[in-house]
C-alpha cells in the first residue's frame, strides 16, 4: 500500500516569487514536503518552520523572493477532513479509518496531501452526484477527468463501473497525490494519471462526451449550478 501523506499535524508554507525548480528540493531538508507552482511563484510546504533552510535558498538564488509565509494546522488546510463524507451514494474515507460503508453505498479511500478535492467542497459534491446520476441512466465505460487533484472524481467513475479512466492534471503534486489514491483503492488495472494541461486532452472520445450533447438533468445547489450534459449514446 501506497505511504500516508497526511500523517502530519502542521503546515508551514513559504511563498516565494520566481521558480524553484525540482533539482533544489533535496537541499530542502528532511521537513520539505512538496513544491506547489503556480504560475511564476512557488509555495514550499515543509512540517515544521524552516525559516533558515528558506533563507540559505534565498542566498543561492538572489533571484527569488520571500512574499509571505503561513502555518496551518493540517486540519485548517483540509476543512476538516478527518471524518468519513457521505455524498449521494459514495462514502468517502481517509485511509487512517476504519469505516464500512452501507448498502447501496460505494466506498473510496482518499488521503489527499495537501491537495483539494476531498468532498467538502460544494463543487465536488455536485460532480460527485452527476456522476451517480449518469451511472444511473446508462453504463459510463470511458471517463475523462481534466484537473483531477486527488483524484477523487476519477475514482467514482472507476468504481461506478467505467473499465477506462484518464486522470489528468497539470500540477506534478496532484498527479502524485491522485496515483497514490489510485493504488489505495486497487485502480491501477481502469485508472491512468497523466501530468499535463487538460486543453490537451479535451478531445478524447469518452462517454461523457463533448459534442452530440443533451441536457438530461439541470439543478442548483448551493453556489454552484449545473446541467448534465451527456452523450445521446455511449461511445
Same mark, same amino acid.
Given at each position: 500500500?501506497?505511504?500516508?501523506?497526511?500523517?502530519?499535524?502542521? #503546515?508551514?508554507?513559504?511563498?516565494?516569487?520566481?521558480?524553484?525548480?525540482?533539482?533544489?528540493?533535496? $537541499?530542502?531538508?528532511?521537513?520539505?514536503?512538496?513544491?506547489?507552482?503556480?504560475?511564476?511563484?512557488?509555495?514550499?510546504?515543509?512540517?515544521?518552520?524552516?525559516?533558515?533552510?528558506?533563507?540559505?535558498?534565498?542566498?543561492?538564488?538572489?533571484?527569488?523572493?520571500?512574499?509571505?509565509?503561513?502555518?496551518?494546522?493540517?486540519?485548517?488546510?483540509?476543512?476538516?477532513?478527518?471524518?468519513?463524507?457521505?455524498?449521494?451514494?459514495?462514502?468517502?474515507?481517509?485511509?487512517?479509518?476504519?469505516?464500512?460503508?452501507?448498502?447501496?453505498? $460505494?466506498?473510496?479511500?482518499?488521503?489527499?496531501?495537501? =491537495?483539494?478535492? $476531498?468532498?467538502?467542497?460544494?463543487?465536488?459534491?455536485?460532480?460527485?452526484?452527476?456522476?451517480?446520476?449518469?451511472?444511473?441512466?446508462?453504463?459510463?465505460? %470511458? =471517463?475523462?477527468?481534466?484537473?483531477?487533484?486527488?483524484?477523487?472524481?476519477?475514482?467514482?467513475?472507476?468504481?461506478?463501473?467505467?473499465?477506462?479512466?484518464?486522470?489528468?492534471?497539470?500540477?506534478? #503534486?496532484?498527479?502524485?497525490?491522485?496515483? %497514490?489514491?489510485?493504488?489505495?483503492?486497487?485502480?491501477?488495472?481502469?485508472?491512468?494519471?497523466?501530468?499535463?494541461?487538460?486543453?490537451?486532452?479535451?478531445?478524447?472520445?469518452?462517454?461523457?462526451?463533448?459534442?452530440?450533447?443533451?441536457? =438530461?438533468?439541470?439543478?442548483?445547489?448551493?453556489?454552484?449550478?449545473?446541467?448534465?450534459?451527456?452523450?445521446? %449514446?455511449?461511445?
Amino acid at each position: 500500500m501506497p505511504e500516508l501523506a497526511s500523517s502530519y499535524e502542521d #503546515l508551514y508554507i513559504y511563498l516565494i516569487k520566481g521558480l524553484v525548480h525540482s533539482k533544489e528540493e533535496p $537541499t530542502l531538508g528532511q521537513a520539505f514536503l512538496w513544491n506547489w507552482i503556480e504560475e511564476e511563484t512557488s509555495f514550499l510546504f515543509f512540517s515544521e518552520p524552516a525559516e533558515e533552510i528558506v533563507a540559505v535558498l534565498l542566498i543561492r538564488r538572489p533571484d527569488l523572493q520571500l512574499l509571505e509565509n503561513y502555518h496551518f494546522s493540517y486540519e485548517e488546510w483540509q476543512g476538516a477532513f478527518s471524518e468519513p463524507i457521505r455524498i449521494d451514494r459514495f462514502l468517502i474515507v481517509p485511509p487512517w479509518l476504519d469505516a464500512v460503508e452501507g448498502p447501496g453505498e $460505494t466506498k473510496i479511500l482518499l488521503d489527499p496531501g495537501l =491537495v483539494f478535492g $476531498t468532498g467538502l467542497h460544494a463543487s465536488t459534491r455536485d460532480s460527485l452526484r452527476a456522476l451517480s446520476y449518469v451511472h444511473a441512466q446508462f453504463p459510463v465505460k %470511458k =471517463v475523462v477527468d481534466l484537473g483531477t487533484g486527488t483524484g477523487v472524481l476519477a475514482l467514482a467513475g472507476a468504481l461506478l463501473g467505467a473499465q477506462q479512466v484518464l486522470a489528468v492534471d497539470l500540477n506534478p #503534486l496532484c498527479v502524485n497525490t491522485a496515483r %497514490k489514491n489510485v493504488q489505495w483503492n486497487h485502480l491501477e488495472d481502469r485508472i491512468e494519471v497523466k501530468e499535463g494541461r487538460a486543453e490537451d486532452f479535451a478531445e478524447l472520445r469518452a462517454d461523457l462526451a463533448r459534442y452530440g450533447l443533451r441536457t =438530461v438533468k439541470a439543478w442548483e445547489d448551493e453556489a454552484t449550478w449545473y446541467t448534465m450534459l451527456v452523450s445521446a %449514446k455511449s461511445v
